[in-house]
């Protein structure tokens, strides 16, 4: 599954784009699909309220719709949530599970994404579950440890369905939104020992995905290792102009 055939570019627009800006940017993407290159897999995770119109425009280019966050329960009295069959229903092919912005400033627990992760797959939806240590973590030697941790409470006992890939992201806290990124170098050290963990936990070969300050600049680096299959961008990926750079460096 991730034998690098196909380059994953998954585009995280957090909360940075509102509703025109969402629709501009995915209609302009839109305009350019011609040039994304066959080997690429483009997925974009918009804002809750602009998923349903940006998913509109980028189904007829083959570009994929994702989740950013979503409930576990499918329906009830959970005020401003948003459940995983409501994201299928409104065109979601993946959902994000336990992003770091998700995890440190909304305090998710490891239990809590699991539950997450269930729901997205009892939906057919594919997650994307993130992982990455803090910077006082690597401070103090616990990076394997932390990471360790979160993939262990993911997928310990999960029964992971066969047409289903299994998709993580290694993304640094420290490296998200602060413009220092990991070292490729180091990234792919830290996917080798994930893709080691989810092997022995499940028996599949995840596709893993770095996360953490990507740019036109620094993207080749990341995509050049054997075991980074693909990148999730934050910040670069909501301007026309440096996402298609982005695409562009692929080649
Ligand atoms: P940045 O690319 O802005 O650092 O964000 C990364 C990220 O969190 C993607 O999910």
């Not at 070969?205 to 075991?227: D, F, H, Q, R, W």
């Not at 990148?231 to 996402?243: D, K, P, R």
Request: hydrophobic share 40%.
């Amino acid at each position: 599954m991730s034998d690098k055939s196909k380059i994953y570019l998954f585009a995280n627009w957090k909360m940075y784009l509102d509703y025109d800006e969402s629709n501009i940017l995915a209609n302009a993407i839109a305009a350019q699909a011609k040039s994304i290159p066959t080997s690429v897999k483009m997925a974009i995770f918009p804002s809750a309220l602009a998923l349903y119109p940006v998913g509109q425009v980028l189904h007829d280019v083959g570009i994929s719709l994702g989740a950013q966050n979503v409930y576990w329960q499918d329906k009830g009295g959970d005020t401003g949530e948003v459940s995983a069959r409501m994201y299928k229903e409104a065109g979601c092919k993946y959902a994000l599970v336990g992003h770091s912005e998700r995890r440190h400033l909304f305090h998710e627990s490891n239990s809590e994404v699991r539950k997450k992760l269930e729901a997205i797959l009892d939906e057919h939806l594919t997650p994307v579950i993130c992982v990455g240590e803090t910077e006082k973590e690597r401070a103090e030697n616990k990076t394997e440890e932390a990471i360790e941790i979160q993939v262990r409470a993911a997928f310990h006992n999960i029964v992971w369905p066969k047409d289903r890939e299994l998709i993580v992201a290694y993304e640094p806290v420290w490296a998200i939104g602060t413009g220092k990124n990991c070292d490729p170098i180091e990234a792919e050290r830290m996917h080798q020992l994930i893709k080691k963990q989810v092997i022995a936990l499940t028996g599949i070969t995840p596709v893993i995905l770095y996360g953490g300050s990507v740019k036109p600049e620094n993207v080749a680096e990341y995509l050049k290792n054997p075991n980074i299959n693909g990148v999730l961008v934050g910040n670069a990926s909501t301007n026309l102009e440096s996402w298609m750079n982005i695409v562009a460096a692929v080649r």
